[in-house]
């Protein structure tokens, strides 16, 4: 029982800083928890506060400390459930209260609503027409206009008056002086989705989509609030899915939310759950505006709404009586906050749902490894949906093995079998799309004869390259200088394998100078709308091939593309990061479903120099099950989650020498008695400290430490004592230290 609670009073943005501690009297100390609204002594009077966090330091003279009155007993305000979401993730990732409450907190702004002005006529028909007279007689045009318009229309909004009849907003203001007319003014909250129209809806699901939909509901309606996994490939009717759930739990007078990556948040998504739902739903997407933003947020308070579709923070939508969490995608890497704290969306979800009674249901077509995993252990209850609905076949899948090219003379980056491929489909007027599935940051080192790639010996992770002819792991921090020849097969031809899509656009255009090639990347995509763009203009067939990364594989249907060329699977196969067969199987998977959406037939070209890897062979049969046994095998010898919880601790200072001696003593810490003390009966792995992949941002050092447990408490358990280690010990002064649990990236 804790002796002290930090309370805030008011919940405004900026108001957030300003925490207050009492004394918490003996007689509340077994009801008082995180979330709860108490009567408070502030100055000489009583207002009321929210606990935030509990605990047995004083931060102040306790001596000094005023005491909580009381709780307040009424029925728990929305405030209360998304602190209480708050203190869970502060306490389950690190971070201080303050991080947490500002990431489910929304940002208020000071322009919180627009505005809306309505003018409207104070006096009589027969007073106007006289005062039209008059300002006839003195040339007064602009009064002359605007108050011909009231007469005609009655009320005339500031936008129209000002706008379209041009009269200044002086003119105005001295006829409301004189009382001539009024200016009423209106809040209204900024709707993105207003222009949208609403249909007829008319879909009957079929059988199994109404077997996916009763499983969940027979729990619902038993008031078990489970999660579950809903595995179907794309095409499987997954939405329809959602949105009979959705229809159900809205009908009973409860709130949805639905989680989806940001880059598969579009147009034909949001139009048809507005098809269907109309007005009660909203979107959120980082290219609202932040008061855009927040009126979404308000109008969900205010029971305006009750159905928010939006990535990761849509989460934190504040819907009082929320009923279902969907997450589409849910093995996305997007789920994962990159910011502190380090939240995934997942979890938090569940833990959300766990709080206030609402089933949770997880989406895709590959789903994590984790998520399968968990299914597998009777965690989430496993729902699959088999068939297509529109009962086309998948694409035929080959592998093309770069080695080979590479014995047989051709040094291009298209195999003679891609290269072939197109020529046909350019004669046949086809689409082709052109993946380059570049991820990570550091290039890794490989054999062009053979395929060895060089591996940490202790973590069976790829070495990244890095400057002077040095390899490292991103991980340990082991370390080996680059090989002049290949040491499995002696060939010259080993070096570090890098390659953009700009380089590849250019020779696709070398080897085919009749097409029209579109090239779609992070630089393409950078200005507004140019996302949005490319792909339309792709759609409309104004270019033949399309070349890009992973961008492009989400979910967009072109039906007129017929060949999909993988140009080296490798790229993320080497990524130096546990995930990296993971990443590979779901990206291969997900470009597979690019080709043959139409009516013509899709064929998948894959080139690597590793054909034979489990992940490689298992996307290019699109058999998940096969991937996911050898892949849980591997992460059960090597400990990584979600056989095991990692965590990562990340100390990062502007000296070298700070962030070095801070992650050092964080590691001989952790590793030796104390560490032991806090995991007591259970052995940890601790690697480290390295330098980060990124070794150094902005002058900024990074230095980390992996620590492996089998169970996530014990981790949370070493978070705790590092966290307290921290705060007390002057090192740190000029070192930030951050926790990272089961991180979906490399550091
Ligand atoms: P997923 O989300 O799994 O990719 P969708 O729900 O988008 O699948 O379904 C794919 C297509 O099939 C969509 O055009 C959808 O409208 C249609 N569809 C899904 N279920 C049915 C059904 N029961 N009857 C008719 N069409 C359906
Ligand atoms: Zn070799
Ligand atoms: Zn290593």
């Known amino acids: 029982m804790a002796e002290y609670a930090n309370v805030i009073v008011g919940i405004s943005n900026e108001k957030l800083d300003r925490i207050f501690q009492y004394k918490i009297p003996d007689r509340l100390k077994q009801q008082i928890s995180v ?12 207002i009321k506060g929210y606990v935030v966090e509990l605990t047995d330091l004083a931060e102040y003279e306790v001596a000094k400390l005023k005491e909580i009155s009381g709780i307040v007993r009424e029925s728990i305000p929305i405030e209360s459930q998304m602190i209480a979401l708050a203190g869970w993730m502060k306490k389950s990732y690190g971070g201080t209260m303050n991080q947490a409450l500002k990431t489910v907190i ?14 409207r006529l104070l006096v009589s028909l027969s007073e106007a027409k006289s005062l039209l007279e008059e300002y006839k007689r003195k040339h007064n045009t602009a009064r002359e206009r605007l108050i011909n318009a009231l007469l005609a229309s009655g009320a005339l909004s500031w936008e129209d008056a000002t706008k379209k009849l041009s009269v200044s907003g002086s003119v105005i203001k001295a006829l409301q002086a004189a009382g001539i007319l009024g200016v009423e003014s209106n809040c209204v909250y900024r709707n993105p989705i207003s222009h ?7 879909v009957a699901l079929n059988e199994e989509q109404l077997g996916a939909v009763e499983s969940v509901m027979k729990d619902y309606r038993r008031g078990v609030f489970g999660t579950y996994l809903l595995k179907g490939v794309t095409g499987s009717g997954k939405t329809e899915v959602y949105m009979e759930l959705i229809a159900r739990v809205t009908k009973e007078r409860r709130q949805a939310i639905v989680l989806i990556p940001e880059i598969a ?27 855009e933003r927040y009126d979404q947020f308000e109008r969900a308070k205010n029971g305006e709404i009750d159905i928010m579709i939006g990535p990761r923070s849509a989460l934190f939508t504040p819907f009082d009586r929320l009923g279902l969490i969907i997450i589409d995608e849910e093995h996305e890497m997007s789920y994962k906050s990159e910011k502190v704290p380090c939240y995934h969306a997942r979890e938090t979800a569940i833990a959300r749902a766990k709080m206030t009674g609402a089933a949770v249901v997880l989406g895709s077509a590959t789903p994590s490894v984790e998520s399968a995993y968990r299914a597998e252990n009777g965690e989430y209850r496993l729902i699959e949906l088999t068939k297509r609905v529109h009962l086309r076949p998948l694409a035929s899948c080959e592998v093309v093995d770069l080695r080979q090219e590479l014995r047989q003379g051709n040094r291009s980056i298209l195999s003679r079998r891609l290269y072939g491929l197109m020529e046909d489909r350019l004669r046949k007027k086809q689409q082709i799309i052109l993946f380059l599935n570049r991820r990570g940051i550091a290039g890794f080192v490989s054999c062009r004869a053979c395929g060895h790639v060089i591996k940490c ?14 390899m490292i792991c991103h991980y340990c921090g082991y370390e080996e200088k680059e090989p002049a020849v290949c040491p499995s097969c002696g060939s010259p031809y080993i070096s570090g394998f890098k390659a953009g899509t700009e380089k590849v656009e250019s020779l696709v255009k070398r080897a085919f100078p009749t097409a029209r090639v579109l090239r779609m990347d992070m630089d393409t995509t950078r200005g507004k709308d140019s996302y949005e763009r490319i792909l339309s203009s792709f759609a409309n067939q104004e270019a033949d091939i399309l070349v890009g990364t992973q961008m492009i594989v989400k979910g967009h249907d072109f039906a007129n593309v017929t060949l999909v060329g993988v140009l080296a699977a490798d790229l993320s196969l080497h990524i130096g990061d546990y995930h990296a067969p993971e990443r590979t199987f779901q990206l291969l998977t997900q470009a597979a479903g690019r080709a043959g959406r139409g009516d013509l037939p899709g ?3 894959i080139q690597t120099y590793d054909p034979d890897h489990y992940c490689i062979r298992a996307a290019c049969r699109q058999d998940y099950e096969s991937f996911y046994r050898q892949e ?83 981790l949370v358990a070493l978070k705790d004592m590092s966290e307290r280690y921290v705060r007390d010990n002057r090192d740190y002064k000029n070192v930030s230290v951050q926790f990272d649990f089961n991180p979906v990236s490399g550091f």
């Open 35 to 46: 979330g709860m609204q108490v009567d408070i002594p502030f100055g000489n009077r009583n």
């Open 106 to 119: 929304p940002v208020s702004q000071k322009k919180k609503m627009k505005e809306q002005k309505t003018l």
């Open 196 to 202: 949208l129209v609403r249909e007829e809806y008319g």
């Open 265 to 291: 948040l579009t147009y034909q998504t949001v139009i048809r759950f507005y098809r269907r739902f109309g007005d009660r739903v909203s979107i959120m997407n980082s290219r609202l505006s932040q008061g």
């Open 457 to 470: 010996p202790h973590c069976d992770v790829s070495l990244g390259q890095h400057g002077g002819g040095r």
């Open 603 to 605: 064929e998948v070209v």
């Open 632 to 714: 849980i095998e591997y992460r059960k010898l090597m400990y990584y989650p979600p056989v095991w919880n990692l965590l990562v601790i990340l100390c990062a200072s502007k000296e070298e020498v700070a962030a070095g001696y801070g992650a050092d003593c964080l590691a001989r810490l952790i590793g030796g008695d104390a560490g032991g003390g806090a995991c007591a009966d259970e052995k940890i792995y601790l690697i480290g400290p390295a330098d980060a992949a990124v070794a150094k941002v902005n002058d900024i050092y990074k230095k980390v430490i992996y620590i492996k447990a089998k169970t996530y408490e014990t």
